[in-house]
């Protein structure tokens, strides 16, 4: 029987073992250092802030392994023999004849004085998690924390701190939050939210320091402006990278993450790699060639089933798209909308704002053709679906802006909001488009 291995148990592994198991009586054997089971990574920020337990972010029993003949092991690999098809582990071996790489990221560090200090700690695995319970229990052990590093999961360990009364000064290379992703209007929204929730928020900033106590703990940074700032936790939050340096001296090629190509097969014949860990040799579209997000990672995983299965399928994600928190403004991203440093020549920004509360939203699109290309919404559900079809269908910004309530997840709440935003793109296009409202079910039966 063929013995099909994964190492890693995340969503992208286990997603690929789930699949395997649907299509297939193969044998599959899972390896993973990081827990027993499989957990809903984001879902780790909710455990510590109170609103579940660890066991409550499992989403299978763990009778689930051996009822679908999915055999768990606990370790960690740190030698793949690519010519036998064996991998070492610390006490034993595992031969396969197919081998799926599902390795996930780490947090990234950048050689920072006093970075591998006790009370240094990133936020991605169940590990971490304890080590912040042990770190940052309370206000009265944890005097102040500091955050390094303006993305998702920095606004996310912020809000989890602040949840337990823990003072934090959050440090942010940008001149604004995320305006590396985020156009100049959403980043400027997320900087007032996050001054307003009583987080320290130092744009424009740089961690120079992690100084040491007597005993080896983290007591303060130092940072570019010349302060020295207190703390009893540092949380590194600057980023992740692929897991792979256990395949350094492999013959699997390698350049940030594991080089795969659109069918997600490495260099070496019958190994494959997906999620996080995976580097695609040519980015697929705006694509980056590397991406850390949790859809992403299924879909890899639901693709290499059907190939390892016989039914050989190239990956394609389709229209990019991502949802996350910034505290409690819901974010939601469909299509491509560039920051301004990365906006691209043809393209052009409608920006709404309500005057007073925390809800706007970015439109894309192109300016010679108008068609859309994308947006950003903060604080309105939107239906992906609807957006997924008009981005295939190369709709025309004044078709969506028309037809925005067809898109709208929640019209009791929203409704109210429609007439500003069209009565300010008519103000700033001259144009005369009124809103109309379809059965968006009529919309996919026709399709």
């Not at 989403?59 to 689930?64: G, L, R, V």
């Not at 693709?303 to 991502?322: D, M, R």
């Not at 299509?335 to 301004?340: K, L, Q, R, T």
């Not at 925005?404 to 296009?429: G, M, R, S, T, V």
Request: with cysteine.
């Amino acid at each position: 029987m063929e013995h099909i291995v994964i190492i890693g148990n995340g969503i992208a592994g286990i997603t690929a073992a789930r699949h395997i198991r649907k299509l297939s009586d193969k044998k599959i054997t899972v390896i993973s250092a990081e827990t027993d089971y499989f957990f809903s990574r984001t879902a780790l920020m909710y455990v510590y802030m109170g609103h579940m337990k660890f066991e409550h972010t499992q989403p299978y029993e763990n009778w689930f392994w051996k009822k679908n003949r999915i055999n768990l092991v606990k370790g960690c690999v740190s030698k793949i023999d690519v010519r036998i098809k064996e991998l070492i582990l610390e006490n034993s071996s595992v031969s396969y004849d197919k081998l799926i790489l599902a390795t996930g990221s780490k947090p990234n560090k950048f050689g920072w004085p006093g970075q591998d200090l006790n009370g240094v700690q990133g936020l991605y695995s169940k590990q971490d998690l304890d080590k912040l319970e042990k770190n940052a229990p309370n206000k009265e052990v944890c005097k102040r924390a500091i955050i390094v590093g303006g993305g998702l999961i920095g606004i996310e360990m912020a809000e989890m701190l602040r949840s337990r009364k823990i003072p934090v000064t959050f440090l942010v290379r940008e001149t604004s939050f995320w305006n590396g992703v985020l156009p100049k209007g959403e980043s400027e929204l997320i900087n007032e939210h996050i001054l307003e929730h009583h987080i320290d928020l130092r744009l424009n900033t740089n961690l120079v320091e992690i100084l040491p106590d007597e005993n080896g703990y983290a007591k303060a940074v130092t940072t570019d402006k010349g302060e020295t700032i207190e703390c009893n936790v540092v949380v590194l939050t600057a980023g992740v990278s692929p897991n792979v340096e256990f395949l350094k001296d492999s013959d699997i090629e390698i350049g940030r993450g594991i080089k795969v190509n659109r069918f997600l097969e490495t260099n070496i014949k019958d190994i494959y790699a997906i999620g996080d860990c995976a580097e695609q040799r040519q980015p697929i579209g705006n694509r980056r060639p590397i991406e850390a997000v949790w859809y992403t990672g299924r879909m890899m995983g639901e693709t290499v089933a059907q190939t390892i299965c016989g039914n050989k399928l190239e990956y394609k994600p389709g229209h990019w798209f991502n949802s996350a928190k910034f505290l409690d403004i819901e974010y939601q991203t469909y299509g491509w909308v560039f920051s301004e440093k990365n906006k691209q020549d043809y393209e052009e920004h409608f920006h709404w704002r309500h005057s007073k509360e925390k809800i706007c939203i970015t439109i894309a699109f192109h300016k010679e053709s108008k068609q859309f290309l994308g947006i950003n919404t903060f604080g309105i559900r939107m239906r992906h679906k609807i957006f997924d079809h008009w981005l295939t269908e190369k709709k025309d910004i004044q078709y969506v802006l028309q037809y925005l309530k067809d898109a709208n997840f929640d019209p009791e709440f929203y409704k109210q909001y429609e007439p500003e935003i069209i009565k300010k793109y008519n103000a700033e296009y001259g144009t005369t488009i009124i809103t109309k409202k379809r059965s968006w079910k009529r919309i996919f039966n026709k399709a």
